[in-house]
C-alpha cells in the first residue's frame, strides 16, 4: 500500500497537533501501520527564535519535508503542517508592503514548491479555531494575527482549488470525522476522554 498522507492545517493554537496526537493513538489502537510529523517550524522556533526573514521560510521547507519524508514507511503518515504551508506564511509576512526582488523571487520559489507538494497529500484538513487562543510561549502571534493566519490557510486552500475537509468539534468529535472519511471504524477509546 502507498503511504496514505494526511495533512491537519489551521492557524497557530487551533488544536491540530492533539487532534494529530488523537488520531495517531486511535489509529494505533485500530492495528493501523501509522506514523505522524509535528510541525516543524515549532522546534525551529524554539531553537532558533522568531521568524524574521522570509528566506527562512526555506529552512523551515526543507525540515518540514525532511521528516514528512521519512514517513513514507507507513501506511498512514499524519502531519499537523504541510510542506506547502511555508509558501502561505511567507506571502503573509511580507504583507502589502513592497518587496524587495530577493523576497519576490523566494516567494516564487515557495510558491513554486507548494504548487507541486499539493498532490502529495491525500487529505488536506482545515480546522477552525473553535477554542479560543493560549499563548504557548513559542509561538509570537497573538490571537488577532493567528485569526489573520487562519482566514489566510483557508483563503490559499480555495484560491488554488485545493481538496479539503473541515472539521469541526471536540478533539474526539474531529478524530471521529477524519476516520470516518479513511473509512476506518472509530472505536471509542475511554483513555482519551478528554473531560478528567
Known amino acids: 500500500m502507498a503511504t496514505k498522507r494526511i495533512a491537519v492545517l489551521g492557524g497557530p493554537r487551533c488544536g491540530k497537533t492533539t487532534l494529530i496526537?488523537?488520531?495517531?493513538?486511535?489509529?494505533?489502537?485500530?492495528?493501523?501501520?501509522?506514523?505522524?510529523?509535528?510541525?516543524?517550524?515549532?522546534?525551529?522556533?524554539?531553537d532558533k527564535g522568531m521568524i524574521e526573514t522570509i528566506a527562512e521560510q526555506y529552512g523551515i521547507y526543507l525540515g518540514q519535508k525532511k521528516i514528512e519524508d521519512e514517513l513514507s514507511t507507513f501506511d498512514y503518515a499524519l502531519t499537523?503542517?504541510?510542506?506547502?504551508?511555508?509558501?502561505?506564511?511567507g506571502r503573509f509576512m511580507l504583507g502589502n508592503r513592497d518587496r524587495s526582488k530577493k523576497e519576490i523571487q523566494i516567494l516564487k520559489d515557495l510558491y513554486c514548491l507548494a504548487i507541486e507538494d499539493m498532490q502529495n497529500y491525500d487529505m488536506v484538513v482545515y480546522v477552525p479555531r473553535e477554542f479560543?487562543?493560549?499563548?504557548?510561549?513559542?509561538?509570537?502571534?497573538?490571537?488577532?494575527?493567528?485569526i489573520q493566519i487562519d482566514d489566510a490557510i483557508?483563503?490559499?486552500?480555495?484560491?488554488?482549488?485545493?481538496?479539503?475537509?473541515?472539521?469541526?468539534?471536540?478533539?474526539?468529535?474531529?478524530?471521529?470525522?477524519?476516520?470516518?472519511?479513511?473509512?476506518?471504524?472509530?472505536?471509542?477509546?475511554?483513555?482519551?476522554?478528554e473531560e478528567k
Open 21 to 46: 496526537q488523537h488520531l495517531y493513538v486511535e489509529m494505533k489502537i485500530a492495528g493501523l501501520d501509522v506514523g505522524y510529523a509535528l510541525e516543524y517550524s515549532t522546534e525551529y522556533l524554539k
Open 80 to 89: 499537523d503542517y504541510a510542506t506547502f504551508v511555508p509558501y502561505i506564511y
Open 132 to 146: 479560543g487562543y493560549v499563548q504557548d510561549g513559542v509561538r509570537w502571534q497573538d490571537e488577532d494575527i493567528a
Open 154 to 193: 483557508l483563503s490559499f486552500l480555495k484560491a488554488e482549488n485545493v481538496n479539503f475537509v473541515e472539521v469541526k468539534g471536540s478533539t474526539k468529535e474531529r478524530a471521529k470525522q477524519i476516520l470516518e472519511l479513511l473509512n476506518i471504524d472509530y472505536q471509542e477509546t475511554p483513555q482519551l476522554n
